[in-house]
């Protein structure tokens, strides 16, 4: 088992690093202070090709693997979580599902336009009344002649508003299985600006405060009858097996945030003179960051044997699951304990360093809190 | 259209220069990268390839490591690249390396030739010039803008305080500022692409027109008598003095530090 | 022909609008020393159109002969006429030493005609000498003596080379603006004037100017400054950093600032340095009215040379530091900036020297 990089792999690290410490960097403070979607930033990394990393050259992608992708993902976030979970949420939750299951007319007509990044992705399951539960789902779409008719909202819907193409998740029937009545839950394509497709509020977060979170309200929003994504009733299982892919990007994220700030503590505690020496000379300290270092090292290899794992295998729900739920809980961690190592600097927003604890959290909700993330594991030990 | 771009790959002496314990130079610690000014070259290259077609070679002399830099080179666009290494070619002064790149370009095709106006770790820009005369063509330096006007180029050429927009008819040399441009960012495609492509390497065998009385050490007509390395500054002087003294001991080390 | 046999020192006078420029006068003072230490006389080569009356000038700061080549093909600077110009002359006057300005015609003249006469040449010196190659006597190898030690630094500045040019000639060396000292005018002085003419046939290298446009001025970066004159809290108001501009005009470098400054709007943002700041690492940082509190100095420790001016003796800026003034910034500065506006006066056209110069 051989644990070192490859040359192109190294390569593309420096080349998101570099990208993410000259454009990122510079605007995360700000773009968090004033909830301001990082428009510019995205229209940079269309141009470097960071939009369509795992991607097939044919469809106008970067034809590189999923650990490029997770590794673009990774450097983004260490300086901007912001930044990361909009590459993360438009490459998982929208181009994966269409090159997965779309026909080749959908992949055609969306795809190219997706990689190439002139249009932004997002992905609608949750609803006031189902996030754990994403059973229960309200939102209806009929068939009436030629189009799929939809009504219904979600919620906390990433790069809402300003992403072109949503998939959405929609409640299609119901269907009798070994007796008892079940929803049939089917997958869409919904373009934005489409008649009857909306926005709603726009939420007020605790951390990602860039990232743009919308409610999503459909009122009799006719699509074309192609615009089905997979097989009518296949819709749950799309959207769980998307989640999988989508959770590795959030490990991702979450492995960012915890390695940003655990880099930013190193440095401020080689600086930060008390008692007549640097506090990184205390073994209290030096212990700190051992640990923090043990964690953030023992998380990457998780979210990148995850991603290996999307690479190799058709079914990888569990090397997501456990990266995620394990990432997340370091990124929680790590930044919590750098903050304090910063001591009343850490609470001082300039020093950027809270902003990374408030980000890590979201990584222990989104795309499967991690009690889902759980349920995954342990649904695969007992099984 | 064919552009020779010749890049060299450096230590990053302007990106954060690190000292040994002793206060010496840490030159082990220094990131290589692709010098800035020809960075800037190759793009202004790319440029040109995008808005008229053209085959973009890049070119270094170096050691087997300079390999990074051709690579990120065609990541970031260029189409072919080549490597001149060998042992008779190191310790060059800018003479050899002239004479050295020339005769690797005269294998090639050539409509443009680009390089830096300098490097960061020679500082002298002598490199760009000196290759244009070995070849026996014109060469403008200093360029802040370039642009094609059919079998010529017309280039903005930088001097203190104006500049000329100046033609020459190719083929013909120009050295590029950093100025010049923003580079473009690799992609991760082009990076995988850059790593499936593969490397020409020439030696001192492949070099046409040359004489081994001008290559490497031996052939470079300015020689070391002696070399060191800055120490970093320990805690300087603390002077209390009153305003005339204080004015007279700053002029002092303000002139003996070139300063005015 | 033998080494021995080339001889004198030559340097190009160079000129701009039919004005000379400044180094050629510089130029000229260090090619006094070399002569007078290698016994043989100063040349300096003027080359351009409607120029001949600036030969006198040149004879005031040193020169001892000047060639002139005066010529509508050398109007304005083009590579090919100007190399195959120099390129004449050496190839029939034989000098010992060429010495050209690096500015961005030097460097542009040097390097193609040291590689028209196949010899080396040396990049911005900061010092010339005449001495032995090699510098101490080794077993077995010829030392050399009379050879023009050439010092510059490399590697970004982080080191210092002395380089020699033993078995080819003429050694050249280009010489950066304000690094070598003019010598004190001679009123009247004259000197030998020949011309040369070094037959222009326009080829294929000669290239057309199409137009000449002068630059505006670029906007401040405080990263790209060799120079930066910063203030603190110390500086007292937003007005009070008139001096430091001042300062910062009278060097030719640019005015930052510390966060405290920012905070209390007295400068833009973009100005800061520190932690939460830029980082910068010019040739020389100015702390005047800083207290060098570590937000700050993670900003600029890197910086060349640190000066420190600051009433408080126990501020830590001081510790960074390489001179450190304790004193009232607000005496000080503006009387610092006079001085070096009036040295800066001084070099070329004035008679006098301060008694700051050497």
Not at chain 1, 333 to 350: F, M
Request: glycine fraction near 10%; charged fraction near 25%; proline fraction near 3%.
């Amino acid at each position: 088992m051989d644990f070192t990089l490859s040359n192109k792999h190294l390569m593309a690290q420096s080349l998101f690093r570099d990208f993410a410490e000259t454009e990122v960097k510079p605007l995360a403070q700000e773009i968090d202070e004033l909830e301001i979607f990082p428009e510019e930033t995205v229209k940079k990394m269309a141009k470097a090709g960071f939009l369509g990393i795992p991607v097939p050259k044919e469809y106008g992608g970067q034809g590189c693997d999923p650990l490029t992708y997770v590794m673009c993902v990774e450097e983004l976030s260490k300086v901007c979580g912001t930044t990361g979970v909009v590459v993360s949420a438009h490459t998982s939750l929208c181009i994966d599902p269409i090159l997965n299951y779309g026909t080749e007319e959908q992949k055609q007509k969306y795809i190219p336009q997706l990689a190439c990044g002139e249009w932004l992705g997002a992905f609608g399951l949750t609803e006031p009344g189902a996030g754990t539960d994403a059973q229960g789902q309200q939102t209806k779409a009929v068939l009436d002649g030629d189009s799929w008719v939809i009504n219904g909202s979600k919620c906390f819907i990433t790069n809402g508003k300003y992403a072109d193409v949503y998939i959405v998740i929609a409640v299609t029937g119901i269907v009798e299985k070994r007796g008892r009545k079940q929803k049939e839950i089917s997958a869409f394509i919904v373009e934005k600006g489409t008649p009857g497709f909306s926005f709603g509020t726009k939420e007020k977060k605790m951390g990602i405060r860039g990232s743009a979170t919308y409610e999503l309200i459909f009122t009799d929003c006719r699509i074309p009858k192609a615009n089905i994504l997979g097989r009518q009733g296949n819709g749950f299982s799309i959207a769980m097996h998307t989640l999988d892919g989508g959770r590795i990007g959030i490990a991702a994220q979450a492995l960012g945030i915890a390695g940003g700030a655990l880099e930013r503590t190193v440095a401020y505690t080689k600086e930060r003179v008390q008692f007549g020496r640097s506090i990184a000379q205390f073994q209290n300290t030096q212990f700190q960051l051992a640990d923090m270092a043990a964690e953030v090292e023992a998380a990457k290899l998780l979210v990148y044997k995850a991603a290996m794992a999307k690479t190799t295998q058709k079914v990888y729900s569990v090397e997501a699951a456990v990266a995620k739920l394990y990432a997340a809980q370091v990124a929680m961690n790590v930044t919590t304990k750098a903050v304090q190592l910063h001591g009343g600097y850490g609470y001082i927003r300039e020093y950027e360093i809270e902003r990374m604890m408030r980000d890590a959290k979201i990584t222990e909700i989104y795309e499967g809190t991690s009690e889902v993330q759980r349920m995954v594991i342990a649904g695969n030990l007992l099984k | 259209m064919k552009i020779v771009v010749c890049i060299k790959q450096v230590p990053d002496t302007h990106g954060g220069v690190k000292f040994n314990p002793d206060g010496t130079l840490d030159r082990g610690a220094m990131l290589a990268i692709i010098n800035p000014d020809d960075k800037a070259g190759l793009e202004a290259a790319l440029r040109l390839k995008d808005e008229y077609g053209a085959e973009v070679t890049v070119l270094t002399m170096g050691l087997p490591k300079a390999d990074d830099v051709l690579r990120e080179a065609m990541a970031m666009g260029a189409d072919k690249s080549i490597l001149v290494t060998d042992r008779v070619l190191g310790g060059a002064d800018t003479w050899a390396t002239s004479t050295t790149l020339a005769g690797a370009i005269r294998n090639l095709e050539y409509d443009l030739i680009i390089t830096g106006r300098q490097a960061i770790d020679g500082d002298t820009a002598q490199v760009g010039p000196q290759i244009s005369e070995h070849l026996n063509i014109p060469v403008i330096s200093y360029a802040q803008d370039i642009k094609m006007d059919g079998d010529s180029v017309i280039v903005q050429r930088q001097f203190d305080d104006c500049y000329h927009v100046l033609r020459a008819k190719m083929p013909c040399l120009i050295t590029a500022l950093s100025e010049l441009n923003v580079p473009r960012y690799m992609t991760p495609g082009g990076i995988f692409d850059a790593y499936d492509t593969e490397v020409t390497v020439w030696g001192r065998a492949d070099l046409k027109d040359v004489d081994d009385a001008n290559l490497g050490l031996k052939g470079s007509p300015t020689k070391i008598a002696k070399a060191s390395d800055k120490v970093r500054n320990a805690k300087g002087d603390i002077q209390k003095l009153d305003t005339a003294g204080a004015v007279t001991y700053l002029m002092e080390k303000l002139t003996e530090k070139h300063i005015i | 022909m033998a080494l021995e046999e080339y001889r004198g020192v030559y340097i190009f006078a160079q000129q701009t609008n039919n004005k000379l420029d400044n180094i050629a006068f510089e130029l000229l003072g260090k090619a006094k020393d070399l002569a007078t230490a290698l016994n043989t006389d100063v040349t300096a080569v003027l080359m351009g159109f409607g120029i001949k009356d600036l030969a006198d000038e040149l004879a005031a700061y040193g020169a001892d002969r000047v060639i002139v080549v005066d010529d509508s093909h050398l109007k304005e600077y083009r590579t090919e006429p100007y190399v195959h110009a120099l390129t004449g002359i050496i190839n029939r006057f034989k000098p010992e030493i060429v010495l050209v300005g690096a500015t961005s015609i030097g460097r542009d003249l040097g390097p193609c005609v040291s590689a028209r006469v196949s010899t080396g040449l040396t990049a911005d010196c900061t010092k010339l000498e005449i001495g032995d190659f090699p510098l101490n006597p080794v077993e077995g190898k010829e030392q050399k003596h009379n050879q023009l030690l050439m010092t510059r630094p490399a590697f970004g500045g982080n080191t210092i080379a002395t380089i020699a040019c033993p078995d080819n000639r003429p050694q050249m060396a280009t010489v950066r603006p304000g690094v070598m000292q003019a010598i004190a005018r001679i009123d009247g002085a004259k000197a030998v004037i020949e011309e040369f003419n070094p037959e222009f046939i326009p080829n294929h290298k000669y290239v057309d100017i199409l137009d000449i446009i002068k630059s505006a001025n670029d906007t401040t970066d405080i990263q790209q400054a060799k120079i930066l004159v910063s203030g603190g809290r110390g500086v007292g108001s937003a007005e009070n950093f008139r001096m430091l501009r001042d300062l910062a005009d009278a060097l030719g470098g640019e005015v930052s600032c510390s966060r405290a400054v920012v905070d209390s709007g007295w400068m833009p943002k973009d100005l800061q340095v520190g932690q939460t700041g830029k980082t910068v690492r010019p040739q020389v940082y100015f702390a005047i009215g800083i207290s060098g509190a570590i937000q700050h100095t993670a900003g600029m420790e890197e910086s060349d040379i640190i000066i420190a001016i600051n009433k408080d003796e126990t501020a830590p800026i001081f510790e960074v530091a390489t001179y450190g003034i304790v004193g009232d910034l607000n005496k000080i500065v503006p009387e610092l900036t006079k001085h070096i506006v009036w040295a800066h006066g001084e070099t070329a056209t004035s008679h006098k020297k301060t008694a700051f110069q050497k």
